[in-house]
């Protein structure tokens, strides 16, 4: 167990719909990383909060956003889902805005979009 | 994009035999990271070994970094049907945010 909780663990959402995922980061973490993890293939980068400011974006478009408050924890919106966006998303925390650190990951959340 | 290629892409061997994962990268890195995902939920951290380091050990892995030909591998020794997993490699680059994945050896570990 890493600490790090993620909320719903399930969704199912019909294509246009919008999702909110929620992710509560390990005590004394300041960092937020979110991935998408479609079947068969490793995490991809989506983007990474850092003291409640975006501080890195993998190739995302827009319509994919987030934010953290200031306990840290954070939120990954996404709005006019496609039936793409299905995957497993998580987040990951750590101390200090950088990938230079190991980074503590959440069970996840499995999106399915219909 | 991914970064790390992991080889074999699934690796099936009999309890208590070690079990050997390879991984190709592409750019300079500030470090590498194995993580173990089960069935799908989330990673678990197994070692970080930084770009000047050539080995590390914990308990029944070792790691080694070769940055001269990009690579990385993975031994676990004296394999148990506990270790059933995929296992990915993740590279970190200087300034970077983000750590990018191959993707994946599963492992299976047969009683």
């Known amino acids: 167990e890493t600490g790090v909780t993620q909320s719903p663990t399930h969704l199912i959402k019909t294509r246009g719909q919008q999702v909110t995922l929620r992710c509560s980061s390990q005590?004394?973490?300041?960092?937020v990383s979110w991935y998408q993890q479609a079947l068969g293939q490793g995490p991809q980068f989506i983007f990474q909060?850092?003291?409640?400011?975006?501080?890195g974006r993998g190739n995302f478009p827009p319509r994919f956003s987030g934010l953290q408050f200031p306990n840290y924890s954070s939120e990954l919106n996404v709005n006019a889902l496609e039936l793409d966006d299905s995957a497993l998303y998580l987040c990951?925390?750590?101390?200090?805005?950088?990938?230079?650190?190991?980074?503590?990951f959440g069970p996840g959340t499995r999106l399915t979009v219909t | 994009s991914q970064q790390g290629e992991e080889d074999p892409q699934a690796l099936s061997i009999q309890e208590g035999e070690n079990a050997t994962m390879n991984c190709s990268y592409k750019?300079?890195?500030?470090?590498l990271q194995w993580y173990r995902q089960n069935s799908g939920r989330g990673l678990v951290h197994l070692i970080l070994?930084?770009?000047?380091?050539r080995e590390k050990h914990s308990g029944r892995l070792r790691v080694t970094l070769d940055t001269s030909k990009k690579s990385s591998s993975l031994l676990i020794t004296a394999s148990r049907a506990a270790d059933t997993a995929s296992y990915f490699c993740?590279?970190?680059?200087?300034?970077?945010?983000?750590?990018?994945f191959g993707q994946g050896t599963r492992l299976t570990i047969n009683p």
């Open positions: 005590s004394g973490h300041n960092t």
């Open positions: 990951a925390s750590s101390w200090g805005g950088q990938g230079n650190y190991e980074q503590y």
């Open positions: 993740a590279t970190a680059t200087q300034g970077a945010q983000k750590l990018v």
């Open positions: 750019t300079s890195i500030n470090n």
């Open positions: 070994i930084r770009s000047n380091e």
């Open positions: 909060y850092y003291r409640e400011e975006e501080n």
